[in-house]
Structure formats: C-alpha cells, structure tokens
C-alpha cells in the first residue's frame, strides 16, 4: 500500500472527545517506551509525524492521525503507555481508565496493536494486559518492536517464548509482527493488513 497523505488531527483527553468514528481505526498501544511513536513514523513514511521521546511516559492523550492511501481514509491512534513510567499512581490510574475506556467502546476501531519490545523475554505487564483484552472481548494483533537491537536469533528466542506463554491461557493466537523502525522491517506486512481490514471494513458497509 502507498501512503498518499498523513497528518496529525487531534489530541483527545477522553474518548467523548475523540473525532467522529466515521472511518476506520487502528490503534498502537504497550508499554512505555516501546514504539509506538516511532512505529506510526515508520508506517506513514514520516520520519516526524508522531513525537518521539526517551523519556517513557511522553504520550499522554488519545493521539488522532488521518491517513489516505489505496483510495480510503482512516486514522492511526497512539496511546499513552503503560508500565515503568515515572508518573504519580493517580496519573497512572487516570491513563489505565482512559485506556480501558478507549478500547472497549471506541466503536471504529478495527484493530489494536499491542506493541512488545523483542529484546526482552516476555514480561508478566505485558501477558497480563493480553488476557485482559481476551476478557474485554477487544481484537488485537501482536507487534514485536526494536527487532534490530537485538541479535535474530535473540529476537527469535523472544517471540516464541511469549507466543508459547500466550498458549497457556489462548487456543488460538492473534497475529503477529516483528519490526524494527530502524530499518524498515515490518512496514509491508502491517500495511497490508490494514488494507485488507480496510477493504473488509468498505464492504460491510456497502
């Protein structure tokens, strides 16, 4: 898929103030500091769309970008963090309402991506926030970010052995990526996934 256009639109403190779920939706969403920034940077194809930081925690609203491509519309959504960062406990717990509520009732959202970092075997935050979209009933894919910080057979090692924890508790597995926006790695597949949600999205609209 070619991206033809993507810009920022809004920052939204709560779902009631999010735009209008006229179109699709994607949403990017993990630990702080794994990528997610970076990653929209890497799917549009510009390098500065959303901000990036090295301070976890830099993401603290409902971020809205509108993109064109293969002749449809629709947005990427970053969300706040979650996990190490130095926030007070009631901003912390103010995220995690936020969130909960942006992804059990948002009701364009097609997909959401719960980023995890592949240089790491996996982490209890990180599997227990999987079983809680299971419980929620939310559709997710998984995308294993920084694959180029981190030899392949590491990355290899990593991504299967939260594959083979999500099995404990999951009979079937959600798809998964491995990226790297360092390098581009990932970009194609994704995209095309998009595009088919999209399409399937158009049809059942009629």
């Known amino acids: 898929m070619v991206i033809h256009k993507a810009e920022y639109l809004v920052s939204s403190p709560t779902l009631a103030q999010c735009p209008p779920p006229d179109r699709p939706e994607y949403a990017f969403l993990g630990r702080s500091n794994v990528g997610k920034s970076s990653l929209i940077n890497l799917l ?54 936020m969130i909960e509520d942006y992804v059990r009732k948002r009701e364009n959202l097609g997909v959401l991506f719960l980023l995890v970092d592949a240089r790491h075997a996996p982490q209890r935050t990180d599997l227990a926030f ?42 079937e597995l959600p798809p998964h990526f491995v990226t790297s926006a360092e390098k581009g790695t990932g970009r194609d597949p994704i995209l095309a996934y998009i595009d088919r949600l999209n399409a399937e999205h158009a049809a059942s609209r009629g």
């Open 44 to 97: 549009t194809g510009r390098k500065h769309l959303a901000k990036t930081s090295a301070t976890p925690g830099k993401t603290q609203l409902i971020n809205h970008f509108q993109v064109e491509g293969a002749g449809r519309s629709w947005y990427l959504v970053d969300l706040p963090g979650y996990g190490f960062a130095k926030v007070s406990a009631a901003q912390r717990k103010a995220w995690e309402r």
């Open 130 to 171: 999987v079983d809680r979209l299971g419980e929620w009933g939310v559709p997710f894919c998984l995308v294993f970010t920084k694959s180029d910080k981190e030899t392949q057979r590491v990355v290899s090692r990593n991504v299967q052995a939260f594959l083979e924890a999500m099995r404990a508790h999951w009979e």
